[in-house]
């Protein structure tokens, strides 16, 4: 008989996947990995992007006023 391996429900049709877990329970885990990759996702952008987007606008309309006098 399957049984999952997080919930306990078990049953002779109950389908597990590869994890042993039933498909409600599946479901979860993998909401509850992508929650922890999108945390560590936040931790890691501000590292990556030291420039707030405000300079690069700046930056931006400086060049526009410059263009007309060269
Ligand atoms: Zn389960």
Known sequence: ????KRC???GLFLKLNSD???SSCS????ED????EAEQLENVLPELQPLPHTS??????FD???APNI
Do not use: Q
Not at 1 to 4: I, N, R
Not at 56 to 61: Q, W
């Open 1 to 4: 008989m399957a049984k999952c």
């Open 33 to 36: 990995k992508r929650l922890v």
């Open 20 to 22: 042993g877990l039933c």
């Open 8 to 10: 306990g429900r078990k």
């Open 56 to 61: 690069v606008i700046k930056y931006n309309d």
């Open 27 to 30: 479901t979860i885990v993998a």
């Open 64 to 66: 526009i006023n410059k």
